[in-house]
């Protein structure tokens, strides 16, 4: 099927370079093309021997063979991929992510309305130990996470958070990114010397082989929220950790982060840890103009 679809995809290609080579105003060269080829099946219509030429027009063949293109099912690059990507930028980088994640047409969809490539343009807070490091884990922190199913009017507290993210389980775990599965909510942590602790969210990262300590915080971020962190993935490390797992990550969710706060309060610390905002669907606008602005 793989080898079948890249060579429907390369033909596609071809037949659009053709088209655009060809092409006139007002020749009607595609729909004189269209009726030359209908012995062929409704593969050759004019609406897609038009979107073959769109193909052949947006991308070079050189960027096809370097790019997973033909890795991709056509209707999810021709229907959603190029006509909603704003730059050729933002385009190359849906179809590549699209490849690295197995998104389905309807994630794609999803991860273009949440403004997935706007978001990745904005660098995470975290610790030199994760952004200097050179496996995929550096990857794995956003600087905002966004849930469009959280219902604000029935978040009073954070207990009230964590269980509308683990109620929304499927879309909370498709929006941390792949490779995350739930080890437990409220995960409790005994001491050797009988003292418990309880961590809001600890996840397990399977494309990394390491447990991942998610604190959430209704408000604004406090570096006392980092101190906490800090025991709670080091405990991980000691407790839960085996020979097999890379070390423990730790993630702060927070509704406010302030940059100079934030970053002052992770510098210098070996920990892997990251601080990342959560928001809904509709304060993300305001929010990606204000930082990509610079602000």
């Known amino acids: 099927m793989v080898v079948v679809n890249s060579a429907m995809i390369m ?15 007002g020749n009607k060269y595609i729909e004189r093309l269209s009726n030359d ?37 056509w209707g999810t690059l021709i229907t959603v991929i190029l006509p909603k990507s704003k730059s050729h930028e933002e385009m190359l980088w849906y179809i590549n992510q699209t490849y690295k994640n197995s998104w389905s047409r309807s994630m794609v969809l999803n991860q273009i309305a949440m403004k997935s490539y706007e978001r990745s ?7 030199e130990s994760i952004t200097t490091s050179n496996d995929s884990s550096n990857e794995l922190f956003k600087d905002t996470y966004v849930f469009d199913f959280l219902d604000k009017e029935n978040i009073k507290t954070e207990k009230d958070l964590k269980n509308q993210m683990i109620d929304n389980i499927i879309n909370f775990l498709q929006e941390l990114g792949p490779g995350f599965t739930l080890a437990g909510k409220e995960y409790k942590l005994t001491t050797p010397t009988g003292k418990d602790f309880y961590i809001d ?21 406090n570096p006392s929220d980092f101190g906490q962190l800090v025991f709670y993935v080091n405990a991980i490390d000691r407790l839960e950790k085996t020979d097999r797992d890379d070390p423990t990550i730790g993630l702060i969710l927070c509704k406010e982060a302030d940059k ?36």
């Open 201 to 221: 969210l600890l996840m397990y990262n399977t494309k990394i082989h390491s447990y991942v300590v998610i604190e959430v915080k209704i408000g604004e971020f």
């Open 37 to 73: 080829l209908k012995d062929y099946g409704n593969g050759y219509s004019c609406e897609q021997l038009k979107k073959m030429s769109q193909f052949a027009k947006e991308l070079s063949e050189n960027e096809i063979r370097l790019q997973p293109v033909t890795q991709m099912p």
């Open 11 to 25: 033909t596609y290609y071809e037949i659009g370079t053709i088209i655009n080579q060809r092409k006139v105003w």
């Open 121 to 127: 343009l904005i660098n995470p807070t975290t610790t």
């Open 260 to 295: 100079f706060v934030a970053e002052t309060t992770i510098s210098n610390s070996s920990t892997h840890i990251g601080i990342s905002k959560y928001m809904l669907i509709e304060e993300l606008p305001e929010y990606l103009e204000r930082k990509l602005n610079g602000e």
